[in-house]
């Protein structure tokens, strides 16, 4: 068979495909259909520009294969498009049950992007921090990678190591971490009192089963004498959203907590039932720019719903479900079907979380310093100074305060 034979069979196949996906949308207007038609017609002529002037003979199977993955990746940071290799890779990471790094990643910029790391586990151990982004894994550029391909490459057998580039604000060059692999535990949600009988608790992610241990919390601090609330989501990005309804229904005894939506995805209501509400007491909720997913829902539902006060940074925006849909040459798609949105129908994953009283990560707020002026002082080591940073850290924490002020404030007017 020519080349060019070749060349014609599988831009063909191609248009059928680019052609199929449109015609998803195409039960609306004419006006629609003529737009698809010019858009084949356009992706038609550049790929004859290409075999033809290209300046040397171009692999076209390449070509195609990176026209689907932007293609899919131009719809949101959770579609995928993965080749056969991928996807087999992909049910081989799904079936098997195997270790990852513990950290939430999605993409950002075109890049992977930490989310948030789940303490104790290994990503932050290797020294993996929120809102990292990783570059490339074991040397390949994660901006020619699908969302997919990235947790397939990080997800690995129990002690097996993975090297990751990580770049971040005011560092020149990018850090190679290593990071090994293990099983990773969510901690348990924790709990405090803090002065004037508020009531602490730090949820850091929402697997199966967490609603009923922040219950749990909440009626333990009702009893030691709580009459404000703290719910700390901060760094919170991973979980089922099911646990995130379920934990927003503990404070809301009427109203929208969200609804599920798409295109060809019937409306899905989720409204708080009141035999489900544990406590009336005033709550302010923090969230910051690792607060994503089911934590998302949480903060939006109590906000939106008048229960409570939301205090820190905008959130990070993930809040969508996915239809995995096989191809005949064993590749497959992953598809956003349906987005998550606030009681007040704003889409999660586009337009995220906003405060009602903004505050911004104390970790953004250091004057911008350059690394050379951050590295540890004369006969100090440098472990030493992330000792201290942390210690900082943990002494002045900006939001709590302000959420403590909103907490009393709201009493005080009460």
């Known amino acids: 068979m020519s080349t060019k034979l070749k060349v014609t069979i599988v831009a063909s196949s191609l248009a059928i495909l680019l052609f199929t996906i449109a015609g998803g949308f195409v039960n609306v207007r004419a006006s629609s259909n003529d737009g698809a038609y010019r858009q084949l017609s356009v992706y038609s002529e550049v790929l004859s520009r290409i075999r033809l002037e290209y300046v040397e003979e171009p692999n076209i199977a390449g070509v195609t294969d990176g026209a689907l993955h932007g293609l899919l990746e131009s719809l949101d940071a959770n579609s995928s498009y993965l080749s056969a290799a991928e996807y087999k890779r992909y049910k081989a990471m799904k079936s098997d049950g195997k270790a990852g790094i513990g950290a939430t990643v999605s993409k950002r910029s075109g890049y992977a992007a930490v989310v948030a790391v789940i303490p104790g586990g290994p990503a932050e151990k290797a020294g993996v921090e929120n809102s990292d982004f990783i570059e490339s894994i074991e040397g390949k550029s994660t901006h020619d990678m699908s969302l997919a391909e990235i947790h397939s490459m990080l997800a690995g057998e129990v002690g097996s190591t993975i090297t990751v580039a990580v770049v971040r604000p005011r560092r020149a060059e990018p850090q190679k971490i290593v990071i090994t692999r293990d099983l990773v535990t969510i901690p348990p949600v924790s709990d405090k009192m803090l002065a004037d009988n508020v009531g602490y608790i730090k949820v850091d992610a929402f697997p199966e089963g967490k609603s009923q241990e922040i219950a749990g919390k909440i009626r333990d601090l009702q009893k030691q004498g709580a009459k404000k609330l703290v719910l700390d989501l901060r760094n919170s990005a ?9 934990t927003a229904n503990l404070f809301l005894d009427h109203g929208t907590i969200t609804y599920l939506q798409g295109q060809k995805y019937p409306r899905q209501a989720f409204s708080a039932d009141p035999s489900k509400d544990i406590t009336k007491l005033p709550v302010a909720v923090l969230v910051n720019r690792g607060t994503a997913g089911p934590a998302e829902i949480v903060a939006s539902a109590i906000l939106e719903n008048a229960r409570g006060d939301v205090v820190g940074d905008k959130t990070f925006g993930d809040g969508s479900v996915q239809k995995l849909i096989e ?20 889409a999660i994953q586009d337009a995220a979380v906003t405060p009602n009283i903004l505050v911004a990560d104390a970790a953004d707020d250091d004057g911008g310093l350059p690394d050379e002026e951050q590295q540890a002082a004369p006969g100090e080591k440098p472990g030493d100074k992330d000792k201290k940073d942390e210690k900082s850290r943990n002494l002045i924490d900006d939001q709590l305060n302000k959420a403590l002020e909103v907490l009393k404030n709201r009493e005080s007017k009460g």
């Open 238 to 246: 991973s979980g089922e959203e099911s646990e995130g309804v379920a």
């Open 327 to 346: 191809m005949q040459d064993n590749s497959a798609l992953i598809l956003s079907v349906a987005k998550y949105y606030t009681p007040g129908g704003k």
